[in-house]
């Protein structure tokens, strides 16, 4: 079996159409709709990924991701937010310590948000491979003079001469999504 991403959406046909696509995708996929029972399914599913919204009723997305940190087990899982908020640059250097992997605004390119969950497994892999006691931090933004961004860490810093590269995709109905990419096709959103 692939491995286990939860989809954690309000809106049905959104959380519908991502779901098939990852499972076209080969990965096992549990969609949770309701944001009151979005915790639980992370306890019971144990994903290895979670794609969350951050407006929902009753428990906001940012809500759930501090109910994950509360648990070694959940504290540790990666988040792709993807979301509809449009100030979500003003909340990102939270979003980023309660263990936020990537942000993708809606509309979204299925295309973008496959490679960025490519890319966080891939991020993932390494992290664990590492034997020593290391501490690898998800890339903190920081602003260039041209009001590009860069990321900040380690591996990042050393491909740092590659940033800046712009990957955008234009869909019908205006539907897109912009991600930095390095060299070595590493993100740095």
Do not use: N
């Not at 504290?75 to 993807?82: G, R, W």
């Not at 900040?152 to 999504?177: F, I, N, S």
Request: hydrophobic fraction near 40%.
């Amino acid at each position: 079996m692939g491995k286990k991403i939860l989809v954690a959406d309000d809106e049905r046909a959104i959380a519908d159409l991502i779901g098939k696509v990852l499972i076209d995708e080969g990965y096992e996929v549990r969609l949770a709709i309701q944001s009151l029972r979005i915790y639980d399914a992370i306890r019971e599913f144990r994903p290895e990924l979670i794609l969350l919204d951050l407006l929902m009723p009753y428990l906001e997305g940012e809500d759930i991701l501090r109910l994950m940190q509360l648990s070694p087990d959940t504290a540790t899982i990666p988040v792709i937010v993807v979301t509809a908020k449009l100030d979500v640059g003003v909340d990102e250097p939270v979003l980023r310590k309660l263990g936020v992997r990537h942000i993708v605004r809606k509309p979204f390119d299925l295309d973008i948000l496959l490679r960025l969950i490519g890319w966080t497994f891939s991020e993932r892999t390494e992290q664990e491979g590492q034997k020593e006691a290391i501490s690898v931090s998800p890339p903190i933004l920081s602003p260039k003079a041209d009001g590009a961004r860069e990321a900040r860490t380690g591996r990042q810093r050393r491909d740092a001469k590659c940033r800046g590269q712009r990957l955008t995709q234009v869909g019908e109905g205006a539907a897109h999504a912009e991600v930095d990419v390095g060299c070595d096709g590493g993100a740095v959103h």
